[in-house]
């Protein structure tokens, strides 16, 4: 009798989860429009660089996937630095 309580109490926290969650989280096209135009261009400027750093980061995450060599071995390529070094 417990077990059959439990696993209907487990589901029931997960289902109010679950529709909490798809209910309260907005996606990325609702939180753009609750933006204001000044930030939401801000993003739309800084998408593509973002972008570029997911992907080369990817990249190097495939190169070192196909070494044998532990992961603690594998060196990282160094970040770029500004030209003035203040960074």
Do not use: C
Not at 1 to 7: A, D, E, I, P, V
Not at 64 to 85: L, R, T, V
Request: no cysteine.
């Amino acid at each position: 009798m417990s077990f059959k309580r439990g696993l209907l109490s487990f589901g029931g926290i997960m289902g109010v989860a679950v529709l909490l969650r798809y209910t309260i989280v907005p996606d990325e096209d609702k939180m753009l429009r609750s933006l204001s135009p000044e930030l939401r261009a801000e993003y739309e400027r800084n998408k593509d660089k973002r972008r570029e750093q997911h992907d080369a980061i990817m990249a190097q995450m495939m190169e070192n996937a196909k070494s044998d060599k532990p992961i603690w071995d594998i060196s990282s390529p160094k970040p770029k630095s500004d030209a003035d070094g203040s960074k």
